[in-house]
């Protein structure tokens, strides 16, 4: 059965820390893997990773893919309260129109 | 931007009645999803929809129907509520090129409670 398991569930830092968020899968035919932030609202689109070794970076956030470990890590550096979120994992496997979401990392930056 | 707007983001109805989620995404996409979100159990996937009139079934239909009679539009219905599907429904959407299935862009969710 496909899955996807994200750790740590939750975490609780202080602004300044640097924080590293894994997501590891076991999926038939894996396509690519999404990372997303989701504070109140709507789940928005962070990352998508297709190949191994390439990191995607956006500003204090980035994320990287190993395809033969089967795992991507979310790495956030000079946090801020504002980042204080739900960060979902989901991976898409080939022929299909379905992603799997991971449970979710929460985290809290404290001022 | 792509807009996903869901009709309603609290609703609250009674055990056995019919209650209908609406969808509605303003960028063309082919597909058309909905899921639930639990604590703990992250985002279910309940349907999904790659066309106009064709469904197919996610991990937990149970007690669920959709509809999608034109592109834009996705609806959720609940045939008869019971409490356990008290839940935050997302519907999201997104295209496909040649690569296939491309990132879904998601609403702001119903918080639906059943009493």
Same mark, same amino acid.
């Given at each position: 059965?496909?899955?996807?398991? #994200?750790?740590?569930? @939750?975490?609780?830092?202080?602004?300044?820390?640097?924080?590293?968020?894994?997501?590891?899968?076991? =999926?038939?035919?894996?396509? *690519?893997?999404?990372?997303?932030? #989701?504070?109140?609202?709507?789940?928005?689109?962070?990352?998508?990773?297709?190949? @191994?070794?390439?990191?995607?970076?956006?500003? !204090?956030?980035? *994320?990287?893919?190993?395809?033969?470990?089967?795992?991507?890590?979310?790495?956030?550096?000079?946090? &801020?309260?504002?980042?204080?979120?739900? $960060?979902?994992?989901?991976?898409?496997?080939?022929?299909? %129109?379905?992603?799997?979401?991971?449970?979710?990392?929460?985290?809290?930056?404290?001022? | 931007?792509?807009?996903?707007? #869901?009709? *309603? !983001?609290?609703?609250?109805?009674?055990?056995?009645?019919?209650?209908?989620?609406?969808?509605? &995404?303003?960028?063309?996409?082919?597909n058309?999803?909905?899921? !639930? &979100?639990?604590?703990?159990?992250?985002?279910?996937?309940?349907?999904?929809? %790659?066309?106009?009139?064709?469904?197919?079934?996610?991990?937990?239909?149970?007690? $669920?129907? =959709?509809?999608?009679?034109?592109?834009?539009?996705?609806?959720?219905?609940?045939?008869?509520?019971?409490?356990? #599907?008290?839940?935050?429904?997302?519907?999201?959407s997104s295209s496909?090129?040649?690569?296939?299935n491309q990132?879904q862009?998601?609403?702001?969710?119903? !918080?639906?409670?059943?009493?």
């Amino acid at each position: 059965e496909d899955k996807v398991v #994200q750790s740590p569930l @939750s975490l609780v830092v202080h602004e300044g820390d640097t924080v590293t968020l894994n997501c590891s899968y076991e =999926v038939t035919n894996f396509r *690519s893997l999404l990372w997303y932030k #989701q504070e109140k609202k709507a789940p928005t689109f962070l990352f998508m990773l297709t190949s @191994s070794g390439i990191e995607k970076k956006s500003g !204090r956030l980035s *994320s990287i893919l190993d395809k033969k470990e089967l795992f991507s890590i979310l790495n956030i550096t000079a946090t &801020q309260t504002g980042d204080s979120a739900i $960060y979902l994992c989901a991976v898409e496997a080939s022929g299909t %129109y379905k992603y799997i979401f991971g449970t979710g990392t929460r985290l809290k930056v404290l001022a | 931007d792509v807009k996903v707007t #869901q009709s *309603s !983001r609290y609703l609250v109805k009674r055990t056995g009645e019919k209650v209908f989620l609406e969808c509605v &995404q303003d960028m063309d996409h082919e597909n058309m999803f909905w899921y !639930r &979100q639990d604590p703990g159990l992250g985002l279910r996937l309940i349907y999904f929809s %790659y066309d106009v009139k064709m469904k197919e079934k996610g991990d937990i239909p149970e007690g $669920y129907s =959709v509809s999608r009679e034109k592109k834009e539009r996705f609806s959720l219905i609940l045939e008869s509520a019971s409490t356990n #599907q008290t839940s935050m429904y997302l519907c999201a959407s997104s295209s496909m090129d040649w690569g296939g299935n491309q990132p879904q862009h998601f609403g702001d969710g119903t !918080r639906l409670s059943i009493l």
